[in-house]
Structures are given as C-alpha cells and as structure tokens.
C-alpha cells in the first residue's frame, strides 16, 4: 500500500464524525494534507451593483499552456470601486480584482518561464499583467507602443464558463495559448509588495512619460496633486528617482502628513486658501518662491485639472493620469494656461508590459531608502468580507484597501 496516497487528515475527519454523530463544519474550500489542489473554489462574483456573492465552482482541467494560482492577497483599484457602484463598463457578473497575487499549483508541461523570460516552476509567486489576445506579437520590447488601454486584463472579464477571471477569489485560472496573457514571477517580493505591484506601475508609467518632455529631471521643482494612493505613490517613484523638491497638494492633512512620510518636502493644503489665485501662491510659497518645473495631477477631479495650470511655470510640464474613467470636462484657458506658457503636456494611462518590469526594481529601491510602502495599505479584509472592503474603497476611509485570503 502507498503510504502517501492515503488522505489520514480526511480519515481523522471520518473518524472524529463517526464518534460525535455530527459531520465537519463546512468551510472555505482549501489545498487537503500533502498540499492537494480542492476540486472546487470560490469567487467574489459581482451579480448587481453594490453586491458580491460568494460563489463556489469546479476548478478547470489545466492545460498544457496553463496556469493555476493559489490567490494570496489582491487590492482594491478604484476601477473595482467605479464598477462595483456603477457598473460603468458593463461587466455584470463578473469577478472583480486585477491588483492580485498568488502562489502558482498547478501547470501545463509548456509553460516554462514568464514573459520576461525568468524561469518558473510550481510554488512561485506570480502577478499578471495584461492580456493581448488581439495583438499576441506584443513582446517586452515595445516599450511605450502599447499600453493596457489596448489589452484586456484579469479582473475585468465578463463572466464565462472558466469562472476563475478574477483575483478576488481562492483561486485564479491564467489561460495560455492564443489567450494572449502576460505574467511575471516575482517570488523576490513580499505580499505587500507584490500587491502593490500594479498601482506601482501605473507610477512608474506615468513618470516616464513625464520624462519624454525632457523637463523632469534631479533638481526638478515638482508638484504631486492629489494624495490618495496613486498620488502618494507617484510621490514616492520621484523620491526614489533623486527628485528632492516634491511639493504635495491635498484638501486632507492626514493624507499631507503622509505623504511627507514617501518624500514630499513640502505639502499645502488647498482647505488653507480662498480662489485659485491665492492657492498657487501658496504654492509657489511652498516652492521657494518658484512655480513648478513639472507637475502631476492625480485626483480625477475636473476642477483640479483646471487649477493645476497656474501651480507651473512658463515652458513646464504637466502630466495628466488621474482620469481612468469619465469624470467629466475640465474648463481651461487655452491662451493663458497651455499656449501662452508653452506648457508641455502629457497624458498617462495605466501601464505597459516593460513598467511592470521597472516597477519590480522600483519597490526594491524604495524599500531600501526607508519609504514605507507597506504603510499604503491601510485595511485588509477576507474574502468574505469583500463588499465590506468595496464599501471601505467608496467612502475613503484608508489608502489602499486589500484583500487577503487566509
């Protein structure tokens, strides 16, 4: 007899039933004794807006060009957020979560390294990226040619018979062949750095775009508008960068005081000031008395957008990301705030396959200047629990809120 094909945590259970007339208290599905892979799953199916239901599925054959991952942890995006209120892009059912990380099972015989080339075998810890199944050249090597905003992405697939589209679930299912997907083995990173990996990259992103202007640069003055994650990680990319003078703007002083925390020098508070006028005095205050070289507007706020203008000297440089989805039109002079002051804009949305690569190199260095990424993550919450992590997300109560599987 094989001693080790015989389940003896499952013949306890039979054991322990037996004795007690009563059978084990059903639980969340999990790996049996020997690290076995469960039959089923569950996933965090969005069914109507505002609402998450706990669904339980078979887990699908892996193929040979497959990937099955154990989900550890995934945060919640604002785009989770926007969908989970709204439904704007339509999705409804669908598995939320494209922020995830996990420990991979289970794989198909072809699958030998990730996209970057890195070798890969079953007990490394993974993150997706995009998925390019109508552009399946795309390599490493496109550099800005692509970016997400051409690709799907795991997380926000319509529901289908694979049900495993999501990171907000136990287990996640990464299709191989012409599915097109992307993943990265970062088994070199923490949980928390790993689930910071994708709001990192859509930093590291933008401020490469920021550079093509040829205007950031070392002794840059810089503002950082908006100080929620995104604007407190971009604060953050610049620090590690060398950029010094980094002035945060925000109408909340806890947000302020952290981003001090991630590198800003100086922070103003627009609560402190009466019209536009006096609020870009204050920073140019907070500048030394200089209006900035380059500046970041990172709210999603239309009015912001506008502001932002006046906060940037003559020949600077503005980059615009804060809007990943429609939040309105912003009113500008065209004369006074872009041609007459040759401003040089940019816009950035998400990221590439390549600013994931930085982005792994990025967390390492900020770690190791004593930025306190981990301190992003203000709520962790199980998977049970996910409406009330969405609901977390919607009224702004932390930073980045994740969730994490037991």
Request: with cysteine; glycine share 10%; aromatic share 8%.
């Amino acid at each position: 007899m094989d001693m080790n094909n015989i389940n003896i945590e499952e013949i306890v259970k039979q054991v322990l039933s037996g004795m007690t007339g009563n059978a084990p208290a059903a639980a969340a599905p999990a790996p049996a004794a020997g690290g076995a892979i469960p039959k089923t799953a569950r996933v965090a199916m969005m069914t109507e807006k505002k609402h998450f239901e706990l669904q339980e599925y078979p887990l699908p054959p892996v193929g040979d060009d497959d990937i099955l991952v154990k989900v550890e942890g995934c945060g919640v995006c604002g785009t989770d957020a926007h969908e989970y209120k709204n439904d704007p892009f339509g999705l409804i059912p669908v598995v939320l979560g494209h922020e995830g990380t996990g420990e991979i099972v289970a794989m198909g015989k072809n699958v030998k390294t990730d996209t970057a080339g890195k070798p890969v075998k079953i007990g490394d810890k993974v993150v997706t990226c995009m998925i390019f199944k109508d552009d399946p050249e795309i390599t490493m090597f496109d550099l800005n040619k692509k970016n997400v905003g051409g690709a799907d992405v795991y997380g926000l697939l319509p529901d289908d018979d694979v049900k495993f589209n999501g990171w907000f679930a136990d287990y996640i299912f990464i299709r191989g062949g012409n599915f097109g997907s992307t993943f990265f083995n970062v088994s070199d990173l923490d949980l928390d750095s790993r689930i910071l990996i994708e709001p990192c990259a859509v930093l590291v992103h933008a401020v490469e775009r920021a550079k093509t202007t040829g205007i950031l640069k070392f002794n840059s003055r810089v503002v950082v508008q908006g100080c929620g994650p995104i604007g407190l990680i971009c604060i953050a990319v610049l620090r590690t960068m060398g950029v010094e003078n980094i002035c945060a703007v925000d109408g909340n002083q806890q947000r302020l005081d952290f981003a001090k925390k991630m590198g800003a020098n100086t922070t103003v508070n627009f609560g402190d000031f009466q019209g536009i006028e006096a609020l870009a005095d204050g920073v140019k205050t907070a500048l030394g008395g200089h209006l900035a070289d380059f500046a970041f507007q990172c709210t999603g706020n239309p009015k912001a957008h506008s502001n932002i203008y006046k906060f940037i000297r003559n020949g600077g440089g503005l980059c615009e990301l804060g809007f990943f989805i429609n939040g309105g039109d912003a009113t500008i002079n065209p004369h006074f705030d872009l041609c007459s002051k040759e401003i040089n804009l940019v816009g950035s949305w998400v990221y590439n396959l390549r600013d994931y690569a930085t982005t792994f190199d990025f967390l390492k260095r900020a770690k190791a200047i004593g930025l306190p990424m981990s301190e992003l993550i203000t709520h962790r919450f199980p998977l049970e629990q996910i409406n009330e992590a969405l609901e977390t997300n919607l009224a702004m109560s932390g930073l980045k809120i994740a969730v994490i599987n037991k």
